[in-house]
């Protein structure tokens, strides 16, 4: 059975990230995307965990190369996602998670209609712009871009397949852990089964005729 492509995506301080993680280190069968971004990389970050760091030269030619699925320029700093790692990974079976920003999610959306789309919201918008302002991660001007962007980004909720209100994070993990499991086991999903067992529809109108 080819691999389901989950794509998480919500407002920067929604909390995304962090539930990513703690979904990741409860299930084995799902790995996670690691994206390209030119962002500096925070002090809590490693290169090819969390993101590929490199140089605004290096993703240009990996752009050109048509390397990304897709990629967005969001608050100065390009992100893009690897087209030939997700799509490897889906078809030898595997599972894969991607963390990206609304606008990329919608591009994605575009070219994989089967993916699963998973929207990440906090509270409140009051709570969301008190989030962004404890965090310290970004200076003046980056701050105000990020809570003038989740306006649009948060008008963007009803494109996705599900919503995850932030309220508490151990209770956020659960639902996206319930959202992957409950994505494998769909009947949709999983017709090599299914096909051992329809010749019992025609069995069981032949009994109904006699």
Same mark, same amino acid.
């Given at each position: 059975?080819?691999?389901?492509?989950? !794509?998480?995506?919500?407002? &920067?301080?929604?909390?995304?990230?962090?539930?990513?993680?703690?979904?990741?280190?409860?299930?084995?069968?799902?790995?996670?995307?690691?994206?390209?971004?030119?962002?500096?990389?925070?002090?809590?970050?490693?290169?090819?965990?969390?993101?590929?760091?490199?140089?605004?030269?290096?993703?240009?030619?990996?752009?050109?190369?048509? #390397?990304?699925?897709?990629?967005?320029? !969001?608050?100065?700093?390009?992100?893009?996602? &690897?087209?030939?790692?997700?799509? &490897?990974?889906?078809?030898?079976?595997?599972?894969?998670?991607?963390?990206?920003?609304?606008?990329?999610?919608?591009?994605?959306?575009?070219?994989?209609?089967?993916?699963?789309?998973?929207?990440?919201?906090?509270?409140?918008?009051?709570?969301?712009?008190?989030?962004?302002?404890?965090?310290?991660?970004?200076?003046?001007?980056?701050?105000?871009?990020?809570?003038?962007?989740?306006?649009? #980004?948060? &008008?963007?909720?009803? #494109?996705?397949?599900?919503?995850? !209100?932030?309220?508490?994070?151990?209770?956020?993990?659960?639902?996206?852990?319930?959202?992957?499991?409950? #994505?494998?086991?769909?009947?949709?999903?999983?017709?090599?089964?299914?096909?051992?067992?329809?010749?019992?529809?025609?069995?069981?109108?032949?009994?109904?005729?006699?």
């Amino acid at each position: 059975m080819e691999g389901i492509l989950f !794509v998480m995506s919500g407002p &920067s301080g929604a909390g995304k990230t962090t539930i990513v993680k703690g979904a990741l280190r409860e299930l084995e069968d799902v790995e996670f995307s690691v994206s390209y971004t030119t962002r500096p990389k925070r002090e809590n970050e490693v290169d090819g965990r969390d993101y590929f760091f490199v140089t605004k030269a290096e993703f240009e030619e990996l752009r050109k190369k048509g #390397e990304f699925l897709e990629w967005q320029e !969001v608050h100065g700093h390009l992100y893009g996602t &690897s087209k030939n790692y997700v799509k &490897s990974k889906m078809k030898s079976g595997v599972n894969v998670l991607l963390d990206i920003d609304v606008k990329g999610a919608m591009s994605v959306k575009k070219q994989i209609k089967e993916a699963v789309f998973i929207f990440v919201a906090p509270p409140s918008f009051k709570e969301l712009k008190e989030r962004l302002i404890k965090r310290h991660t970004e200076g003046k001007e980056d701050l105000e871009k990020r809570i003038e962007d989740a306006k649009y #980004e948060l &008008s963007m909720i009803s #494109e996705f397949d599900y919503l995850i !209100v932030n309220h508490d994070v151990d209770q956020s993990i659960k639902q996206l852990e319930s959202i992957i499991i409950a #994505e494998q086991i769909k009947v949709s999903r999983r017709g090599e089964f299914v096909g051992k067992y329809k010749f019992y529809k025609s069995v069981a109108r032949k009994e109904e005729r006699t």
